[in-house]
């Protein structure tokens, strides 16, 4: 899976996403490409309030970096600019929505043509060195 996309879900019991991002308790990071998905980690992190308190998403959010998307019950707008900004597309999904499910929907997106976030998630994981290499060959502006 040396092309696989990183993916994460905002989950307690690992089988369904029903955690808020900022409260999440733990979140189940996958690797997923067009044929195989598996679970990579379990990142826990006890048991937090939805308390407006910035602090807990930098730690949560330096978890996830290197994954295209995390898909949780609910965000606030503070940690989808954070997640934005480090190319991390948040997508809220309803409650009990099944992992197994959700995999197999981005697997057929994937496969159908990927909408514009994935596109680029995609991208980036083809050749996330591309500028070092653009520099490399004496690219300027």
Not at 48 to 70: M, R, Y
Not at 71 to 84: E, F, K, M, V
Not at 92 to 104: F, M, N, T
């Amino acid at each position: 899976m040396d092309t696989a996309l990183k993916v994460a879900f905002a989950t307690t019991d690992m089988e369904t996403v029903n955690q808020h991002f900022g409260s999440s308790q733990s979140f189940a990071i996958y690797a997923v490409d067009l044929e195989q998905s598996a679970l990579l980690e379990v990142a826990q992190f006890g048991e937090l309030s939805q308390d407006g308190n910035e602090d807990k998403l930098s730690v949560k959010i330096d978890l996830l970096n290197g994954c295209a998307a995390v898909y949780c019950q609910a965000i606030g707008g503070s940690a989808i600019n954070q997640l934005i900004q480090k190319n991390i597309q948040p997508i809220k999904v309803h409650e009990g929505s099944k992992i197994k499910d959700l995999l197999l929907d981005l697997q057929n997106e994937i496969k159908a043509g990927p909408s514009s976030w994935l596109a680029k998630a995609i991208n980036q994981q083809k050749s996330p060195d591309r500028f070092a290499k653009m520099e490399d060959e004496g690219w300027d502006e």
